[in-house]
């Protein structure tokens, strides 16, 4: 199994990114948008990861010529899916947007075609059913600069096609990413599954008092040889985000934490953007 | 509150490394030693240190002499403890060698001498009393080759005088540490509070068939610029320790987990000085 034709269902920060490393490495791609305005945004945000490849990749001339010559844009599904041996879902993570994909998806897809969704909160099996065809269907995920931070996440439910993980390993291959195996489903993939406990368990270390954000970090770095402890982390992820993940848990050590984490929100601390989290930014 | 002559109880890996380095930067350091074959072995592991500072710190001659010229060894007690400013404990991790000591020390010890324990494993609540002197007693803990892995972690317990934590905070700088402030009583400190879930978690991700140790340390080294993941730390770590720490566990998972390192230990992987853990070594 092969995937040349590739189209990618929603030109955002990951679709696009996606969308531009596969044309980078010579896969034709076709990137369907909602709106003539979203595909404008979508070809704003090809011209800046055409620049950051250009910078961490060296990226030449012809190599962005290239690519450009393999991406289309559309409005029109029906002529995105025509001809897709791999359909890339990356639309936002909202299950309604999501399954009314799916819906026109299964009236107007090629019986044979693949189709992997980017999502990195739902679990495939969610979605298996409204796609018509399990067993061409899997979770494919992507973190942020992609050509950077280049793992691909492949993980199937229960209902996929034992060789299709096969199949999207040496895609990723084809496209520069390091293919990461996951043989069931787990929410989280890999790396939030590791992260996320680390982060909060970072979180209540400083929410009780234990010790500071910097004397942490320097624990982390010093004790591991990381580059950056668990609060420099949340700064560049973001304080809303930490949110999130962390107001609904059901730990009180943490749900403590996040009162904490709004406190600086509602300060305007949300992290590195603003120029200030749990560190100062200039 | 100066420290400057320094008694270290105790001429282990870590006794030794940190009577070398207060040594090398100017202080008065005397290493009590059980035998003369004690004294003999911490002759012998100063030996390794000081090629070790030659090398990680490009230490001249001059430094090196300096250094040996500042330690003295003893096996007398008495003398050991005799006009010392601070008494760094670093015997084996077992409570009947700790209180014993902490039973001469209280006979043995001029009244203003402050007392720290490098206990990894205890709180130092557990001695308080013992010592014969809580207001003067807290937890001073340094990681192995700390020359390189330089934190120096400060918990007090609560009866330690509050301004305890802000004079060995000066004394870890003058020896070239990073000092960081715990603020109360936490088991495993800071670094192994964030260690030793995160490789758990890691552990049970493996055991359970989710992902191969390979793929999860790809995903968390390019996920997060991190030099190692948490199989590679593990088989530096060791499998002897990372069963210990994970076979009493109360979670089912990190019990089947252990099971399944215990496995690995009987088939003689035991890690990086095994050659073959995780990962096969040369």
Chains 1, 2 share one sequence.
């Not at 029109?76 to 998806?105: M, R, S």
């Not at 989280?188 to 209540?204: D, E, M, Q, R």
Request: charged content about 20%; overall charge negative.
């Amino acid at each position: 199994m092969e995937f040349n034709n590739v189209t990618i269902i929603g030109g955002g920060t990951l679709g696009s990114q996606i969308g531009f490393m596969s044309a980078f490495h010579n896969k034709n791609v076709t990137i369907w948008g909602r709106s003539d305005q979203s595909i404008d945004r979508t070809k704003a945000r090809i011209d800046r990861w055409e620049t950051a490849v250009r910078i961490d990749l060296n990226a030449t001339d012809e190599q962005i010529k290239n690519a450009e010559k393999h991406l289309q844009y559309t409005t029109d599904l029906k002529d995105a899916l025509a001809g897709a041996d791999l359909v890339i879902e990356a639309l936002p993570e909202n299950v309604a947007t999501k399954d009314e994909f799916y819906d026109q998806f299964k009236e107007l897809a090629d019986s044979n075609t693949i189709l992997v969704t980017n999502t990195s909160t739902f679990l495939p099996s969610q979605f298996a059913e409204a796609t018509g065809r399990p067993d061409k269907f899997l979770a494919y995920h992507f973190a942020n600069e992609i050509w950077k931070f280049n793992t691909a996440e492949i993980m199937p439910q229960s209902k996929t096609d034992s060789a299709l993980p096969a199949a999207l390993k040496q895609y990723s291959q084809e496209i520069g990413m390091i293919p990461v195996m996951i043989n069931q489903e787990q929410p989280g993939y890999i790396l939030n599954s590791l992260l996320v406990p680390f982060l909060n368990n970072a979180l209540i270390l400083w929410s009780k008092g234990i010790a500071s954000p910097e004397d942490i970090d320097n624990t982390w770095t010093i004790g591991t040889g990381a580059p950056s402890g668990p609060f420099r982390i949340m700064d560049t992820v973001g304080m809303k985000t930490i949110y999130e993940i962390t107001h609904n848990s059901s730990d009180p050590d943490l749900q403590v934490a996040a009162e904490k984490v709004k406190t600086m929100i509602d300060a305007g601390k949300i992290g590195r953007e603003s120029g200030e989290g749990f560190y100062k930014y200039n």
